[in-house]
């Protein structure tokens, strides 16, 4: 058995921020490493995360959110984590939150939350807060992600109906309102940052706006793009069982498949 470590190189480990400010006790230490090995190495999790935090990681909508006084907490990521192999580990999907369907995987295989640990935090290096390119492409992930989640119950997870584009249409509908909300709230603000969240919610809100004039075919899609994600899930476990030459022609069909590149993203300009 081993384990696996994902640390993005935009996440530092020291007292503080690089400029000596924000004091922040190391968390991602021996100690408290060796504590998530062996916690993983039992069975007793299948994953141990550090929340990055001093510039939290959200998404520009909930960024904004957070800076107009709502509680907005940061979940564990692929940021810093620490994945055991007891099983297959899941793969990370390419949509925006792909470690938060990471980690869902990580839940439905072992029959809920308590799968999942905290072992501190760590920093985030600071970036665009409000980029309105990065909140256009962030939208439909992470409405997907916080509509997963939402699903995760303390006795398991049941996504039967994330498969329906009904219920993708009222997260949709929630999702707009909070826009419009935060839209409201930031016009009649005096926020030092009130122009570039404004235009960050802009567009957000052109994303919205497509996706009413097609008549939902993007929230549909949702509900297939679920069930592929299972296809996928159940056909990935059943590949890394397989051993010697039928996994190295996996391999190689990988390694064709990524170079291609990434999706494009319909709703960046």
Known sequence: LFRSLFLDDDIFLGDGAPDGTARHPRTLD??????????TASGRLRAVGWPAVGFDDNSVLFRIRRQ????????????ALLVGTS????????IFNEDWLFLLSCLQRS???RALGEAGDV?????EPYSPRRAKSEELGDLLGEGLFTRVRPDGID??????PGYWIEAFLERRRLREQLQAEVAGSTHDDRA???????????VHTAIEKDGFAHLRQLGGFMRTWR???DRWDRDLALPGRRARALADEARTLLAIGPPLDPFIA
């Open 111 to 113: 029959g809920g939350p």
């Open 30 to 39: 021996r100690a408290r490493l060796s504590a998530a090995v062996r916690a």
């Open 87 to 94: 099983a297959p580990p899941p793969f990370f999907p390419s």
């Open 159 to 164: 996504l039967a109906v994330c498969e329906t």
């Open 68 to 79: 107009l006084g709502s509680p907005q907490t940061q979940f564990i990521g692929a940021g």
């Open 196 to 206: 570039a969240m404004l235009d960050a919610l802009a567009a957000v809100a052109e």
């Open 231 to 233: 296809q996928d899930l």
């Open 123 to 127: 920093h985030q290096e600071w970036r």
